[in-house]
């Protein structure tokens, strides 16, 4: 590889403001790094936070963007053994369990000035990456398809093989936000045979989705209070609950409205700042609460299982849920995305 070449990247350089879509000069590879010319990628909640500010003080500004991305390997640096150019990849957030990662990686604009990155990195054409985020994959598989392997599916898929051990016909698993890891907990629970799914969103598009994938109720707030008001669902049937939303409430609403001896598992990311009200007895009196990342399930070790039960879905099915976005319209995706008009952006390079 030359000492540097240039590519396109969508930079962060203020909160509140619009990506700028740069030239950048990508730099000689270092040890354990990998370099991907990406061919999808999308965009998730997390971004949205850090476009937004919702994350807090940005301390790395400018800095690049996205952590969920398929590609081509098409090079590589000192100390990375596995792959080959040209390889079928996914890029992601879910690291491997090893010691050999790479320093973040960095960029210069034209005046040389230092672009930030961390160890993964997917809104560009090309993209510096630590071995430690890039996995191999078949050539069965879409690369649009594949991209979900960087977030949405680990997480989606990885909470519910974490937790759901046993659930009777008449019990039930809630998930409170039904956006893209909301609609894979419901898609993998589907696979395993679980049929008394309901959904609770803000967002009506979501809701009529989760339907189409097996959620047997969707709600929004205010309908299913009253519902659990007039016990038409009744909440010793509650058996889990996944919060996924990042909403104050939605998290109140997914301890509280559940079975003594339920489980209420919370996985969004919360504004910074925002506490939930716990009331002490609902742990006294049975029931457990607990937090969760994807880094808690192996993607790594898990990642033939979940490509298996990737073939069981329905690849055109999951295609009409986004929305695909050529990359000089990444800004256009990135407003359409937090006004809810979509479901998820897919950003094509």
Known sequence: MKNYFTSQFAVLNKTNKPLLIKDLKIPKLKSNQVLVKIKYSFICGTQLKEIYGLKGVDKHLPHTLGHEASGYVEDFGNNVSGFKIGDRVVLSWVKKKSNKVSKNPFYLDKKNKKINSGLVSTFSRYAIVSRDRVYKIPKNIPMDI????????????????????????NEYIGIYGVGGVGLMCVIVLKLFG????????????????????????????????KKIIDKKIKRKQIMYNF???????????????????????????LKKGDFVKLNPYDLIFGKKIFGFSANDVSLDKNLKYYLNLLKRVNHKKLRNIFKVYEFKNINKAVIEFKKGKIFRPLIKF
């Open 243 to 269: 919060e996924m939303s990042g909403n104050k409430k939605m998290m109140e609403m997914a301890i509280k409205n559940l079975s003594s001896c339920g489980t209420a598992v919370l996985a969004g990311n």
């Open 146 to 169: 594949a991209a979900l392997l960087g977030c949405a599916l680990p997480t989606g898929f990885g909470i519910v093989l974490k937790f759901v051990k046993k659930i009777l016909t």
């Open 194 to 225: 679980i049929k008394n799914i309901y959904a609770i969103d803000k967002n009506k598009k979501n809701l009529k989705i989760a339907k189409k994938f097996g959620c047997k109720s969707v709600f929004d707030e205010k309908k299913f209070n």
